[in-house]
């Protein structure tokens, strides 16, 4: 069967009720049938369902279909995408180990990385996510343990080489952790080219309309293990009523990504014929500099639309006070577009000269391009940038 095909039809067993639509199972706890069985759960001679906290039926489906997804062998779900990606840190880190990163990233994973691993001794290297194999092989120490990086990237879309990536990270014998949220695999499958940890925040397209949050990350089943070992005792756990809203969203993912690719790369193609926008970004315009490496690894250029406005963030306010159908909130991945200012949100808490070496100006926009109607999408971004000029 196809992926579309799957993503339909995995679900839980069905129960003696005969149900069709996958149940959901809200409980805290599982009961044993007698206390060997409960012995036998415990010690991992038996497997099965304990506590919602350790597994739920509802959140393995949830988990079964993204693995299935991206190619991977096992996953965990938890409440949050970076609950995912902070798990995949630690679970497989330890004091003494470096990480080469793509400086391009999320302002919440720069904060891990910078911030938080440091104090438990594990230190960091960033590369431009467009350097050359050279620079990135450079910046491997003898105690580099993981490679981490997001492509495209929140919120410049950048762009990383997977594949030169993926190679080095083999000669090396180094963990290859890719964040692949903003092209889900329904664009790009890190795993051909090597990635055996993938990370994604299940909040944005996987659910694709803005109603609860969760996280996952999928991969190997040797470094899962120690992901899961992690999760267990410390509880960053998916909910299940979440994850049945998330296995249900799953559903509909491919219909959703067709419509939000094709309105993004219009209104991107319209924003470039508009006085007073200064740049607009997206892979798969031929004015981005990676296009090419874009066309190469992705299917399509995703939903994410990044320019920058003329006149900073006094123009900003002008314009954001001026859309009539555009959402502004920091979200993305909904059905609805929404927009947002990275230079005082998602990135506020990173410093002016990071920001500025991300690309991230006082006149930047980041849109999620939903599922509205095009034309009307066009039309309100047209008269609020003229608008606010």
């Known amino acids: 069967m196809k992926k579309q095909t799957k993503l339909i039809r995995i679900q839980t067993e069905k129960t003696q009720f005969r149900e069709h639509s996958t149940p959901l199972y809200l409980t805290s706890s ?47 779900a938890t409440a949050t995408g970076m609950a995912a990606v902070f798990a995949g840190f630690v679970a497989n880190l330890v004091s003494g180990d470096h990480i080469v ?148 969203g799953l559903e509909t993912l491919g219909l959703r990504l067709d419509r939000h690719c094709e309105n993004a790369l219009k209104l991107a193609k319209a924003l470039e014929g508009v006085k007073g926008v200064k740049k607009v970004n997206y892979p798969f315009l031929p004015s981005h500099p990676q296009y090419e490496l874009a066309k190469k690894q992705m299917t399509a250029g995703g939903a994410l639309v990044t320019f920058e406005l003329e006149g900073g963030f006094e123009r900003v306010v002008k314009f954001t006070k001026l859309l009539k159908i555009a959402s502004l909130t920091s979200n993305l991945g909904d059905s609805r577009t929404t927009v947002t200012n990275p230079d005082t949100t998602t990135h506020a808490k990173v410093s002016k000269e990071d920001k500025a070496k991300l690309g991230i100006f006082e006149g930047s926009m980041r849109v999620s391009v939903g599922l509205e109607d095009i034309e009307d999408l066009i039309e309100d971004f047209t008269q609020a940038i003229e608008g606010s000029n």
């Open 101 to 248: 990163s793509s400086k391009a990233l999320f302002g919440s994973a720069h904060q891990i990385i910078t911030q938080i691993l440091p104090n438990w001794g594990i230190t960091h290297t960033y590369i431009d996510a467009s350097a050359p194999k050279e620079e990135w092989e450079k910046a491997i120490q003898p105690n580099t343990k993981m490679i981490y990086l997001e492509t495209p990237s929140n919120p410049g879309l950048e762009l990383v080489d997977m594949e030169m990536v993926g190679e080095l990270a083999k000669n090396h014998n180094l963990i290859y952790f890719v964040d692949n949220c903003f092209a889900t695999p329904m664009l790009q499958t890190p795993s051909e080219y090597g990635a055996n940890l993938i990370v994604h925040s299940a909040t944005k397209f996987f659910d694709g309309q803005g109603r609860v949050l969760g996280g996952i990350i999928v991969g190997t089943k040797a470094l899962i293990e120690k992901v899961r070992f992690f999760c267990r005792q410390t509880g960053p756990s998916l909910a299940p009523f979440n994850a049945w809203v998330l296995t249900k």
């Open 30 to 76: 599982f009961c044993f049938e007698d206390a060997q069985m409960g012995k036998d759960l415990f010690d991992n001679t038996l497997e099965g369902n304990i506590y919602s906290r350790f597994s739920n039926p509802t959140v393995q489906e949830f988990v079964d279909k993204v693995c299935m997804l991206e190619d991977a062998d096992e996953g965990i």
